[in-house]
């Protein structure tokens, strides 16, 4: 257990000094206000379109600055190490995903209401829009570690990572469009709610091994 805390600090750490907060966050905020600005240009600035345009920079935002999460440590030797410590590797992907989903996503999610407002959302539905990103942004966070695994030594990681990716995010994309589409229409399906919460789940508990399943193989 001490081990396992000192390596979550180490990894928020790590992720602080590389500046993933303040890169995450500037790239949500620019490219939200950007497109928005150019939505509102032309007479399609709606909530349905603001809804997608949030969800689609999340995920963009999560696959950019997940490329350095074993990029890193496998140039500079510390993934070997990882591998021959008493921590599992499992124990190791859970720690980075969560370390991603704490210095991504979450500064994201709190900055959604914000973000929302000024594009038109009423202050009510952006709450509880950042409430269906904080049950379904957990997946994300856990399934970019097999893109990152999978894409390990590779040039042009991102572009690959997109490719791999992009297509696993769309269960919770597109749930989590509908139901923030729903929310702005005032209708709240409980069931929904609970059905991202179960792949946030899913996603935590076998994404690990998956991920550490990928980097084994790379080493053999």
């Known amino acids: 257990m001490k081990l396992n805390l000192h390596?979550?600090?180490y990894e928020m750490l790590f992720s602080i000094a590389n500046k993933s907060i303040l890169l995450s966050t500037s790239f949500f905020i620019i490219v939200i206000l950007t497109v928005g600005i150019g939505l509102g240009q032309i007479g399609e600035n709606s909530?349905?379109?603001?809804i997608a345009i949030i969800w689609i920079t999340i995920a963009l935002s999560s696959i950019f600055s997940m490329k350095a999460m074993f990029?890193?440590?496998?140039?500079?030797?510390?993934?070997?190490l990882y591998m021959?410590?008493?921590?599992?590797?499992?124990?190791?992907?859970?720690?980075?995903?969560l370390t991603h989903w704490i210095t991504t996503?979450?500064?994201?999610?709190?900055?959604?209401?914000v973000i929302s407002i000024t594009l038109g959302l009423s202050i009510n539905h952006s709450f509880l829009i950042s409430l269906v990103m904080f049950l379904s942004t957990p997946a994300i966070s856990?399934?970019?570690?097999?893109?990152?695994?999978?894409?390990?030594?590779?040039?042009?990681?991102?572009?690959l990572m997109s490719i791999f990716i992009l297509p696993a995010f769309l269960p919770i994309m597109i749930f989590g469009i509908k139901i923030?589409?729903?929310?702005?229409?005032?209708?709240?399906?409980?069931?929904?709610?609970?059905?991202?919460?179960?792949?946030?789940?899913?996603?935590?508990?076998?994404?690990?091994?998956?991920?550490?399943?990928?980097?084994k193989i790379h080493y053999t």
């Open 7 to 9: 390596l979550l600090k």
């Open 47 to 50: 909530e349905k379109t603001v």
């Open 71 to 80: 990029q890193d440590d496998y140039e500079d030797g510390t993934l070997d």
């Open 84 to 97: 021959l410590s008493t921590a599992s590797l499992e124990t190791v992907v859970f720690l980075k995903a």
């Open 105 to 113: 996503n979450l500064p994201i999610i709190f900055l959604t209401p």
């Open 142 to 159: 856990f399934i970019s570690t097999m893109g990152a695994a999978l894409t390990l030594g590779e040039k042009g990681g991102n572009l």
């Open 180 to 215: 923030s589409i729903l929310i702005t229409t005032s209708i709240y399906e409980i069931m929904a709610y609970l059905i991202l919460l179960a792949l946030s789940l899913i996603c935590i508990a076998i994404t690990p091994f998956i991920t550490s399943i990928i980097i």
